[in-house]
């Protein structure tokens, strides 16, 4: 089985934040769509998403990981204009993906999709 056959029930792409697993806001996604929007606190560290320190540069840098493999966005002074950089990728990247995935997303997911927004607290 490819990635792209594995679906997952999710709970909070229809309405961001849920926790309950309920028929109102789950769906049946690729994993794909699941793991977009994924939350990796404990991995991030002390900066924004997809931003990391380069002690060498002296620089914040913006990462996105698309298919598995790290994509540089490019080297910032602040954390914040590198997590802009990262959220303007990574919202195009998301509306890719639900394009791509459309004819089997609920619309209800596919719209949140289309919508969703990067937070600086994600």
């Known amino acids: 089985m490819s990635p ?10 229809i309405k961001r934040g849920n926790k309950e697993y309920c028929p109102q806001y789950c769906s049946f996604v690729p994993q794909v769509i699941n793991k977009l929007v994924g939350k990796r606190d404990k991995l ?5 998403v997809g931003v990391y320190y380069d002690k060498q540069l002296n620089k ?7 298919n598995s493999k790290s994509k540089h966005l490019g080297c910032f002074l602040t954390p ?3 997590f802009y950089a990262y ?28 919508r969703y927004r990067i937070l600086i607290t994600d």
């Open 60 to 66: 914040y840098t913006a990462k996105l990981t698309l």
């Open 80 to 82: 914040e204009e590198a």
């Open 44 to 48: 991030r560290g002390n900066h924004p």
């Open 87 to 114: 959220k303007k990728a990574k919202e195009k990247h998301i509306k890719k993906m639900a394009w791509k995935y459309k004819d089997v997303l609920d619309r209800r997911v596919y719209q949140s999709l289309m």
């Open 4 to 13: 792209d056959e594995i679906i997952d029930l999710d709970k909070d792409l």
